[in-house]
């Protein structure tokens, strides 16, 4: 049977999946990442779970989806946050070919091959203008017009973590998740965010979504207070996207948009806030889960498939 090999490259952990031509996950598993410092090294670590998958399937291509504003026809992270920062400009596609000479092979920036994976089941319900949004340790966006991804110049659209929500903070606040653009959304309205918030407020050093959720289903004031806050800071940045680019549909995706309580909360608050023109956008959350960016991949991959 032919089929995909591909990877979704984390900050913890990898995730990998072997993936039929009809979009079907065979198997699935993850490794921990570690600290990227040799861009070689870490190319044998793909390459070891290419070998060993390689005895037993048949490997038609491989796909990479990873962090930062990856350059597909380069075949190279062109800019990268921290954790792959050592990646930046590395030929990644290129040298996977040359050691295991599979020609077909593809990378995408991770929210966009989230996207991708996402519009095979969204177009289903014949949606074609929408945004994904992960919310997690920073905030990562995608933007589909009329059913196709938009890149932008430089392959750079989409960065909705960066968009300037509070621009007179000057990040001395300790309740704020650090970023490198002060006033950035992220540093808000992302999942870190949320957690940073509690954690400032109750005096604690680190605190689950799970225990934040639990303190706030016991009605403890503070834990009311910061969620609160929070809605207010994702909602300023929703509506913003909302009035700049008209979507049909938000897609939310992260750990947290798995809560049901949270979603529920979001399209609350949005349709107070938003402008009545608007009250149609629906908000959901991510269909995929956690195989999103390799089922994006994927996808990408038979689109560009010979045979």
Known sequence: MKSYLCFDLGGTYTKYALIDLAGNIVTAD??????????EALLQQFIV?????????????????CHGIVDPQRGCIAFGSPYV??????????????????????IENDVNAAAIGEAVYWQESHYQNYLFLTLGTSIGGAIIINGQLYRGFNNAAGEFGYLLTNAQDNQQNSGKAQNMLPGAWESYASAKAL???????????????????????NKNPIALQVFEAYLHQVVVGLISLTHIL?????????????????IKALRQRFQEKVLPFYNEVKIMPAHLGNHAGVQGVAVLLNKMKVC
């Open 49 to 65: 779970r290419f070998v060993e998958l390689k005895k037993t399937y048949h490997i038609v291509g491989v796909g990479f989806s």
């Open 30 to 39: 993850k490794y921990h990442t570690g600290e990227i410092i040799d861009p």
């Open 246 to 262: 008209a979507p049909e549909l938000i897609i939310i995706g992260g750990a947290i948009s798995e809560e049901t309580f949270f």
């Open 195 to 217: 957690l940073v918030s509690y954690c400032a407020a109750t005096q604690c050093k680190e605190v689950s979504i799970a225990h934040f959720k639990e303190q706030l289903f």
């Open 85 to 106: 920062k050592a990646l930046e400009n590395y030929p990644l596609v290129e040298r996977f070919k040359q050691e295991t000479g599979v020609e077909l092979v593809v």
